[in-house]
Every structure is written in structure tokens, then in C-alpha cells.
């Protein structure tokens, strides 16, 4: 008699997760069994019987009016726990890290505490010469690269509010500031997710920033890389800062889809 082939991966569960996540990818957040089971790859008997013990734990729900399913209440006592428990620098310090091997740059983690950003990681790249920052270093809030790319995003209300302040550091010295460059510059920032600083605050330091969410889309902090590199490397580095902060964003407990569709009907202004 032939041994069954041994597999690390339990096809049922693997099916079961396959459509939680298809029903929070789904735009409306409603599906019918029919498609769910199309969109997994699996026979619609299958389909049932696994929403059907899904609903038991409360993970899915279904509208017996529309006869739609979508995800339940149960999910919100895991990702609660989860956040619970979620310290940011064990989320962060891995992304850093690979962020600094590939840009041989100082790859920092902020967290947003008032009128300031408070650095509480970092990792440093292998360069001769690297631009040290102590942990627990803050820095005003719209200090150059980050705080572009922090207000860029922050809700109209808020960003008004902060544009109102009459020191802004955003190009260094407040008197150097330009309102309509920065305009663009924030635009830019939502545009393409990162913000960049070329020697502003510091003649012959760049730096680059993006944005850090947490739960239901709030702003947290930023991830930034400050160096020495070119002016010409904050092309290549830019978007790999901008995902490295998409990918702690999730691990925060963001919904990065959520963000991405507020800004599109925003237009990005």
C-alpha cells in the first residue's frame, strides 16, 4: 500500500482562509456563496460547509435577506488582541533592517507624540559614512521630509490647522519657507507616497519619509531614511521607503485599500 505524501498545508484551512480574505478584498463586502467559491476554486457544497462552520466562531456572517456573506464580528476580538499585544518595534525593526541593507542608509521609525516625532527605531546600514540618530531623539513635527509626507496626509481639518502654526519647518528655517512649493510637494507626497528632504535641514544629509498607519486609518508616525546617497538615489529609494511603511501600516492595523480609495476620490489634493 502506498504512503500518503506528507503536505505542511491543510487544504480545508487553507480554503477557509483564502475566503476571509477574498471577502476583504471584495469592494461592497457582500458575496454571494456562488462566487466566493468560484473566486476560492472549490465545489459550492464545499463552499457552504466551510462558511457554515466559519459562522460558528463568528468569523463570517450571512444576510438571509440577500443571502450574502461577509465578514463577522468574531474577527474584531482576534485583531484586538492582536494589537493588544503588538509592540511596533518588533513590527518595524525587520522592515528597517532589510530598508538599510538596501540603501546602506539609516532607516528610522517615528512615532507622532504631540507637536513632535519621537524616533523609537532604527537600523543602520553599512556605510562608512552613516548618519547616527539616538532612539528617543524627537524632532518638530514638520521638520522636512517627514513632515511633509506627515501632513500630506493628515485630514483637511488638521492639516489646516497645523499649516496655521507660524513656525514650519518643512524647509528647514521657518523664514525659508515656501507655501506654494510645499503645495506641490505634499501633492507629490500623495501622489507617490513618499516625501523627500535634499539637504534642507542638513547641507549634504537626505532624507526621505513616508507615512505609518495604524488602526482605522489613523496617521501614527513615519518610517524615514536619512544618508549621505546621491540626490539621483532618492528616485530608486523613495518607493522602497513608501513600502516598507505600507507593509508596517498593515501590521499596525491599517487598511492600506482604505487609504489608497480616500485619497482617489480626493484626487489627491
Same mark, same amino acid.
Given at each position: 500500500?502506498?504512503?500518503?505524501?506528507?503536505?505542511?498545508?491543510?487544504?480545508?484551512?487553507?480554503?477557509?482562509?483564502?475566503?476571509?480574505?477574498?471577502?476583504?478584498?471584495?469592494?461592497?463586502?457582500?458575496? @454571494?456563496?456562488?462566487?466566493?467559491?468560484?473566486? %476560492?476554486?472549490?465545489?459550492?457544497?464545499?463552499?457552504?460547509?466551510?462558511?457554515?462552520?466559519?459562522?460558528?466562531?463568528?468569523?463570517?456572517?450571512?444576510?438571509?435577506?440577500?443571502?450574502?456573506?461577509?465578514?463577522?464580528?468574531?474577527?474584531?476580538?482576534?485583531?484586538?488582541?492582536?494589537?493588544?499585544?503588538?509592540?511596533?518595534?518588533?513590527?518595524?525593526?525587520?522592515?528597517?533592517?532589510?530598508?538599510?541593507?538596501?540603501?546602506?542608509?539609516?532607516?528610522?521609525?517615528?512615532?507622532?507624540?504631540?507637536?513632535?516625532?519621537? %524616533?523609537?527605531?532604527?537600523?543602520?546600514?553599512?556605510?562608512?559614512?552613516?548618519?547616527?540618530?539616538?532612539?528617543?531623539?524627537? *524632532?518638530?513635527?514638520?521638520?522636512?521630509? /517627514?513632515?511633509?509626507?506627515?501632513?500630506?496626509?493628515?485630514?483637511?481639518?488638521?492639516?489646516?490647522? %497645523?499649516?496655521?502654526?507660524?513656525?514650519?519647518?518643512? /524647509?528647514?528655517?521657518?523664514?525659508?519657507?515656501? @507655501?506654494?512649493?510645499?503645495?506641490?510637494?505634499?501633492?507629490?507626497?500623495?501622489?507617490?507616497?513618499?516625501?523627500?528632504?535634499?539637504?534642507?535641514?542638513?547641507?549634504?544629509?537626505?532624507?526621505? $519619509?513616508?507615512?505609518?498607519?495604524?488602526?482605522?486609518?489613523?496617521?501614527?508616525?513615519?518610517?524615514?531614511?536619512?544618508?549621505? *546617497?546621491?540626490?539621483?538615489?532618492?528616485?530608486?529609494?523613495?518607493?522602497? %521607503?513608501?513600502?516598507?511603511?505600507?507593509?508596517?501600516?498593515? $501590521?499596525?492595523?491599517?487598511?492600506?485599500?482604505?487609504?489608497?480609495?480616500?485619497?482617489?476620490?480626493?484626487?489627491?489634493?
Amino acid at each position: 500500500m502506498e504512503e500518503a505524501k506528507y503536505t505542511s498545508s491543510v487544504p480545508a484551512v487553507e480554503q477557509a482562509a483564502r475566503m476571509l480574505l477574498c471577502l476583504a478584498k471584495d469592494p461592497d463586502s457582500k458575496m @454571494r456563496l456562488t462566487d466566493i467559491s468560484r473566486a %476560492v476554486g472549490i465545489p459550492k457544497s464545499k463552499g457552504y460547509a466551510i462558511l457554515n462552520t466559519l459562522m460558528k466562531f463568528g468569523f463570517v456572517q450571512r444576510d438571509p435577506d440577500s443571502k450574502t456573506y461577509s465578514l463577522g464580528p468574531g474577527l474584531m476580538f482576534l485583531s484586538r488582541r492582536y494589537l493588544d499585544n503588538l509592540d511596533p518595534r518588533e513590527v518595524v525593526d525587520p522592515l528597517l533592517a532589510k530598508l538599510a541593507g538596501k540603501t546602506k542608509g539609516t532607516a528610522l521609525f517615528g512615532l507622532i507624540g504631540g507637536e513632535y516625532l519621537f %524616533v523609537i527605531a532604527k537600523q543602520e546600514g553599512d556605510s562608512p559614512f552613516s548618519v547616527t540618530l539616538p532612539l528617543g531623539r524627537r *524632532f518638530p513635527l514638520t521638520a522636512g521630509a /517627514h513632515g511633509k509626507a506627515l501632513v500630506a496626509f493628515m485630514p483637511e481639518g488638521e492639516r489646516e490647522e %497645523v499649516m496655521r502654526s507660524k513656525r514650519l519647518y518643512f /524647509h528647514g528655517d521657518p523664514a525659508r519657507l515656501d @507655501r506654494e512649493r510645499l503645495q506641490i510637494e505634499m501633492a507629490e507626497c500623495r501622489r507617490r507616497g513618499f516625501a523627500k528632504d535634499l539637504g534642507e535641514i542638513q547641507p549634504g544629509v537626505n532624507a526621505l $519619509a513616508a507615512p505609518v498607519f495604524g488602526p482605522k486609518e489613523r496617521l501614527i508616525g513615519a518610517v524615514i531614511l536619512v544618508g549621505t *546617497f546621491p540626490e539621483e538615489e532618492a528616485e530608486r529609494y523613495g518607493p522602497l %521607503v513608501a513600502e516598507v511603511a505600507k507593509k508596517a501600516s498593515v $501590521a499596525m492595523g491599517a487598511d492600506i485599500g482604505k487609504i489608497c480609495s480616500s485619497e482617489k476620490e480626493t484626487g489627491g489634493s
